[in-house]
């Protein structure tokens, strides 16, 4: 990717000094007076909302993620002092904060809220007729982190990024106080600890403090779960800053004492935006826009706002990532031998040893081994979840092996495209249209089973496609097993784009499922899902997979198997961005993303944009 330089800003004392001529302390009269709502998030959770409208059609939208413990009332000052009226504003109450429901502070994930942040701008676009790429979101601390996972993982196509003092790294003054509070979670799943942010902490408006102090929508506690996934959200993010491509402008408080300010540095430093802007403020404590001088960088938000309206900035070139760019060296690193005088050279072979010892007691890792831990045989046994092995040592060793975060989140990825293709199938049928299913890459056959059997009564027929009749023979068998009819079988090649494309009768839905992950090369998917895109026609729906990201690629490519000839099992992550270029290349136009609690794994609904050129109603 070529990245253009970064346009560097510093806020010293003589600008504090410049500025006094108006003082930015004092109180707006609410110019604009919010409409309040309220909406349902993805798992039907009533959350809250504030609406700052405009007469007509607004030139632009900008979505408001508030800072941790805070709530949408908060943003009135910043929204009269940024005087943007053609401008609709919308802003959030966080699940568990200010008038949303749910237990104080307290979210079962860090990435339940991010996954609420795509679903809340999901419903502003639908309620209020927005389009993505007409918006520009403004996020402080907490909320410029669920911000900014929500670029990564969902890959939204918004207008630009604006982010307050990113809570990527936040200060505990406790010594060793993340580890204590991991080995607490464990015994408390629902801990949550009282914050010590006081308004002083935030900024220096005594106004602005008070209010902070005072104001009763304020959330003092905070759920651990959060606070661990808050920081592990904040080292993804860290590590694959290059996955967010969008305009970002980001303000950094120089006097910072709740966050870490090298963090943000480096996650600036990693952005992949060809226009990409960073202002430190001296002087300034954390809350950006509620300090005394906040009109500084509030001027500065509102001159970006109009900058990137005014000028679009074109979408970088995504498709050539397989051969440039930081992941595709990431991957040829991985490719080659580790060298000689490497620790984790000897590390990974003392693991190799473990697995082909005493590891073989454990029947997922003997399977593995033996048929590759990417296979379709790998994976059906993971889905079912059932630790078993030799010894009662064995089934500990399996169910260790079960309960790692890849396999989680494997699970997590075929309930996802589970729920997608029920969503794909009800639409098809409330067409009036056959449910015609397609899996070019089936294995074993069973997220497609189990969203069959999860909408009975729609008539469809599938087809299943593998390249390996051993993955035929069991998707056959579990088919009859459940007793379901109308599934056919057909040994075929996922990467044969004229095979694809003339299976016949028509499929309305497609999906692929964990296998362009396995493949590196764009050409080979791109021909792909040309294939097909010419097998569903006009209007058909494709579900597809991902792997933006993923902890343990070293571990994977040094110590695990392919089930290609047994070869190393060496991955090369897409951003989200990266693939759904693909998926738009091949002419479909993406509908949704959902991604797991650690966002290694997406799983995407796309419908084919018709042959006129024109997309359906």
């Known amino acids: 990717m070529n990245i253009a330089d970064s346009v560097g800003y510093h806020c010293d004392e003589a600008d504090l000094d410049s500025s006094r001529t108006e003082p930015m302390s004092k109180q707006f009269h609410a110019n604009r007076v919010p409409t309040e709502s309220a909406w349902r998030s993805w798992d039907g959770t009533p959350m809250f909302y504030r609406a700052w409208l405009p007469e007509g059609r607004p030139e632009g939208a900008i979505v408001l993620f508030h800072r941790g413990h ?132 935030l900024t220096h408006d005594p106004i602005r403090q008070r209010e902070y102090d005072t104001d009763p929508l304020i959330t003092r506690a905070i759920s651990v779960r959060v606070l661990t996934g808050l920081h592990d959200t904040g080292t993804r993010l860290l590590q694959d800053a290059e996955a967010i491509v969008a305009p970002v402008l980001m303000f950094t408080s120089g006097d910072d004492r709740v966050v870490k300010r090298r963090a943000q540095h480096e996650f600036f430093r990693g952005l992949g935006s060809i226009r990409k802007e960073e202002a430190v403020l001296a002087g300034f404590l954390h809350d950006i826009f509620g300090e005394a001088y906040r009109q500084l960088p509030i001027t500065r938000a509102r001159r970006f706002i109009l900058s990137v309206f005014d000028n679009p900035q074109p979408m970088p070139d995504l498709l050539v990532n397989d051969q440039y760019g930081q992941r595709r060296t990431k991957y040829d690193v991985l490719a080659r031998p580790a060298t000689r005088l490497s620790p984790r050279r000897f590390g990974h072979a003392l693991m190799r040893l473990a697995l082909a010892t005493i590891g073989r007691l454990s029947e997922g890792i003997r399977l593995g081994q033996r048929t590759g831990f990417d296979s379709g045989a790998m994976l059906d046994y993971v889905y079912r979840n059932q630790a078993s092995g030799l010894t009662p040592l064995g089934r500990m060793i399996d169910r260790a092996f ?101 299976i016949r009768p028509r499929p309305t839905i497609a ?87 650690e966002g290694i794994f997406t799983v995407s609904l796309a419908r084919r944009v018709d042959t006129e050129g024109t997309r359906p109603a």
């Open 70 to 201: 805070e709530h949408s009332g908060r943003w009135q000052d910043f929204v009269d002092r940024l005087d943007l009226s053609g401008f609709a504003v919308f802003a959030w109450d966080a699940r568990g904060h200010g008038r949303s429901t749910g237990e104080r502070g307290f979210a079962d994930s860090f990435g339940t809220l991010v996954r609420d942040a795509d679903a809340f701008v999901q419903h502003v676009r639908a309620q209020h007729g927005i389009a993505t790429h007409e918006i520009v979101v403004v996020a402080q601390s907490v909320g410029a982190v669920i911000a900014a996972a929500w670029l990564h993982d969902y890959a939204p196509p918004i207008r630009a990024l604006v982010l307050g003092s990113p809570a990527f790294r936040v200060r505990l003054y406790v010594p060793f106080a993340l580890p204590l509070l991991r080995v607490l979670l464990k015994i408390w799943p629902k801990l949550s600890i009282r914050s010590y942010v006081k308004g002083k902490l």
């Open 402 to 502: 079960l309960d790692s975060i890849g396999w989680r989140c494997i699970r997590q990825r075929r309930a996802n495209v589970t729920a997608l293709l029920g969503t794909a199938m009800r639409h098809v049928a409330k067409e009036g249209r056959a449910v015609r299913l397609l899996d070019i890459a089936a294995g074993h056959g069973r997220y497609v089973i189990d969203a069959l059997l999860a909408n009975p009564g729609l008539g469809a027929e599938t087809l299943f496609r593998d390249y390996s009749m051993a993955n035929l023979e069991a998707a056959r068998q579990l088919s009859a097993t459940l007793k379901l009819s109308r599934a056919s079988f057909e040994v075929g090649d996922a990467f044969d784009a004229k095979s694809i494309a003339q």
């Open 511 to 597: 999906v692929v499922s964990g296998l362009y992950e396995l493949y590196p090369d764009n050409a080979m998917v791109g021909a792909s899902l040309s294939g097909l895109a010419h097998a569903l026609g006009s209007h058909g729906y494709l579900v597809y997979t991902n792997q933006p990201w993923h902890p343990q690629l070293e571990f994977i490519a040094r110590v695990l198997t392919s089930h290609r000839d047994g070869a190393p099992w060496i991955m090369r992550c897409r951003s989200q961005a990266e693939m759904d270029s693909l998926v738009g290349s091949a002419g479909f136009e993406k509908l949704s993303t959902v991604a797991d609690d």
